[in-house]
């Protein structure tokens, strides 16, 4: 059984990612993590809150022709394939944590810095090659540590001005909903391992009231980047809490 704290938790936390068209992973495994949930479930969890946060913001996305098909495939492909590499990888529970920890801080630095793409480069030709290599580098990492890649995809396409900010978001959502679906099938696939499905039920309904108020709300009002922010602050957070607690076991 869900403690009732942790579903509040994870609706707030699905109602910010979501606004910013991210699914929230990286926080609900920080969350999990601290009540000592069993350590290959902490991933599963994770991935399928993903989904469910980021699947209505996508459509949603797609619906109002935020996403270019052409730039984001490779991306996506790429990413697909190598989030379910990664996630087939057998990882010792002190070696995920310590990675989850660094990659988070990384991320919350990307995130706390990150600028709004004021003139995006809307004439970069697409690069198949530099796509896909961006897309499988992010995939394996998040295929290993449980989340969607987004918090990381994000501000590199920011920083490489690739599109407007809004599509950026656009991307990062779908990229999100692919590497989380080829993460929990590389995960089933390589060690099956039993789930509380009381708990998970409780929490997938728990992200989905979060998730889509924020995607709705989102996509239209917030600013995106005092929401990135914030979400940069919660990410940092949680990498910091997540290394120290484990570096010393």
């Not at 350590?39 to 699947?55: H, Q, Y």
């Not at 990413?79 to 070696?95: D, N, P, R, W």
């Not at 394996?140 to 900010?165: A, E, R």
Request: charged share 15%.
């Amino acid at each position: 059984m869900a403690h009732p704290e942790i579903l509040l938790w994870f609706c707030i936390i699905a109602f910010i990612y979501a606004s910013v068209g991210f699914g929230g992973g990286s926080s609900y495994i920080a969350i999990l993590a601290l009540y000592s949930l069993p350590f290959k479930e902490l991933r599963l969890i994770a991935l399928i809150c993903n989904i469910i946060v980021v699947a209505g913001g996508t459509i949603l996305f797609i619906q109002h022709k935020e996403i270019k098909w052409r730039k984001v495939i490779p991306l996506v492909i790429s990413g697909l394939i190598m989030s379910f590499l990664g996630a087939q990888l057998k990882l010792s529970e002190k070696f995920f944590f310590v990675l989850l920890g660094c990659s988070l801080i990384i991320a919350g630095i990307l995130l706390c810095f990150e600028r709004k793409t004021s003139q995006p480069d809307l004439e970069m030709k697409t690069k198949p090659l530099r796509e896909s290599i961006l897309g499988g580098s992010i995939g394996l990492l998040s295929g290993m540590v449980g989340i969607g890649g987004g918090i990381f995809l994000s501000p590199l396409l920011n920083l490489m001005k690739w599109d407007t900010s809004k599509k950026i978001a656009a991307t990062a959502s779908l990229f999100i909903l692919v590497n989380s679906i080829g993460g929990i099938t590389g995960q089933l696939q390589s060690d099956p391992f039993p789930v509380d499905y009381n708990r998970l039920w409780m929490m997938a309904l728990a992200v989905f009231i979060g998730g889509q108020a924020g995607s709705r709300i989102g996509i239209f009002k917030l600013n995106q980047q005092v929401i990135k922010k914030l979400t940069g602050v919660l990410v940092l957070a949680a990498g910091i809490e997540i290394l120290l607690r484990h570096l010393h076991n």
